[in-house]
């Protein structure tokens, strides 16, 4: 069962877990366990999808009921009308605040675009971030003999492939568990000394108005286990903003992690 942030007439939003695929696809012809199908059996209605999330991250996935409302959320999408809030952990320490302003070449996958033109121009790219916590732990990763990582709040202001994975390792900064863009040692210190294999990088809100009835609708996803253990580890409990702690009326949404503002 998929936890199931909001769910309406028209669409429905899940806390997508790490390593599960959107939909079926030539990756891997074996998996048959996708969100999709998951989700359209867990309501009973069929599902469409208005954007993606990688394999290896978890959070906030919108999906319509109908072709129609889909349409109406890609383009909401396209047009970047929707807020979108992903937490991270990083290597190293970040400094506070600052924009990374950086094109990417597209990423083409080698069966799924073998007709597109591989000498496509860079496309602009935006992302924001802001540095909430910081670490140092005493474990040996490479040639130093303490290890340092920041937890991050990032927001893409473009929706580029691996957009925010590629402009932290751009600035030096990867992701942890990020095995395309990363760095492979911290990635395995992370799995030995913390117990955590997965990618870190969390879709925790996104913000959006509801393309039926227009009301604006405030999504979140809380963190897994495999999430939460890290900021036990790292001391990084209090003196962040609580993503899971929303204030509501007395209704329904209080236990369904969605707010209207």
């Known amino acids: 069962m998929l936890e199931i942030l909001y ?7 899940v806390n997508k877990p790490a390593g599960w695929l959107v939909h079926r696809s030539w990756l891997d012809r ?52 929707m807020e979108k809030t992903y937490h991270a ?20 996958d080698r069966i799924a675009d073998k007709y597109a033109d591989p000498n496509k121009a860079p496309q602009p790219a935006v992302s924001a971030y802001r540095a909430l916590a910081r670490a140092e732990m005493p474990v040996a990763i490479g040639r130093y ?45 992370m799995a030995t000394h913390f117990s955590c294999s997965r ?28 999430w939460q253990g890290v900021m036990s580890q790292f001391g990084w409990q209090g003196g962040i903003p609580d993503v899971e702690r929303v204030e509501f009326g007395s209704d329904w949404r209080q236990d369904s992690g969605l707010t209207s503002e």
């Open 199 to 226: 990618l870190m990088l969390h879709a925790s809100r996104l913000r959006l108005n509801h393309p039926i009835t227009h009301v604006p609708l405030d999504i979140y996803a809380r963190w897994d286990q495999s």
């Open 30 to 81: 074996k998996e048959k366990v996708v969100v999709m199908q998951t989700v359209r059996d867990q309501i009973g209605r069929h599902v469409f999808t208005v954007h993606r999330l990688d394999r290896p991250t978890s959070g906030v996935l919108l999906m319509a009921l109908s072709p129609e409302v889909a349409r109406m959320l890609a383009l909401q999408f396209e047009q970047h009308q």
């Open 89 to 108: 952990v990083v290597r190293g320490y970040v400094a506070d605040e600052g924009v990374i302003d950086y094109a990417l070449t597209e990423e083409l």
């Open 145 to 189: 003999e303490t290890s340092r990582y920041s937890l991050l709040e990032l927001h893409p202001k473009t929706g580029r492939k691996h957009q925010l994975r590629r402009h932290m390792a751009h600035i030096r900064h990867p992701i942890i568990g990020d095995t395309t863009h990363g760095d492979l040692r911290q990635n395995r210190g």
């Open 7 to 13: 769910q309406d007439d028209y669409l429905v939003a």
